[in-house]
């Protein structure tokens, strides 16, 4: 069974950075993290979990909420079974609790997966705090 576990989260004052992980275990036998595509999601208090960044089963594919764009970096390194995702510039809004997600698609490949309903495999969050 394929566990995510979340890292890095934390307090960080407006205009700071944190640096997520995602580490991924437990592959079935023959699988690795290069036949999946990983989502980075959020949920904040009273609100609906929405879509950050994803990256295909490759890594060399990307997408990226707008209010993320050029603040947020999401890197995948299937030698070491575990995504990233960079945050800069991080506001007041960005806040909330930070999931990581694994669909399984076709190995090293380059489709990246956006809708939520497309991940089957969650990890269990890591909290991410701007105050000041």
């Known amino acids: 069974q394929l566990q995510l576990v979340e890292s890095g989260g934390g307090l960080v004052q407006p205009g700071g950075s944190l640096r997520l992980s995602c580490a991924a275990s437990?592959?079935?036998?023959?699988?690795?993290?290069?036949?999946?595509?990983i989502g980075w999601f959020r949920q904040a208090p009273g609100k609906e979990r929405e879509g950050v960044s994803s990256?295909?089963?490759?890594?060399?594919?990307?997408n990226y909420a707008d209010s993320v764009k050029d603040r947020f970096t999401i890197s995948k390194d299937n030698a070491r079974n575990t995504v990233y995702l960079q945050m800069n510039s991080l506001s007041l809004e960005d806040t909330a609790v930070y999931y990581c997600?694994?669909?399984?698609?076709?190995?090293?490949?380059?489709?990246?997966?956006?809708?939520?309903?497309?991940?089957?495999?969650w990890g269990q969050g890591t909290q991410v705090t701007v105050s000041s």
């Open positions: 437990g592959f079935t036998s023959g699988f690795t993290l290069a036949d999946y595509a």
């Open positions: 997600a694994a669909d399984q698609v076709l190995r090293n490949g380059d489709y990246v997966p956006t809708d939520i309903l497309e991940y089957d495999h």
């Open positions: 990256t295909s089963s490759s890594g060399g594919s990307t």
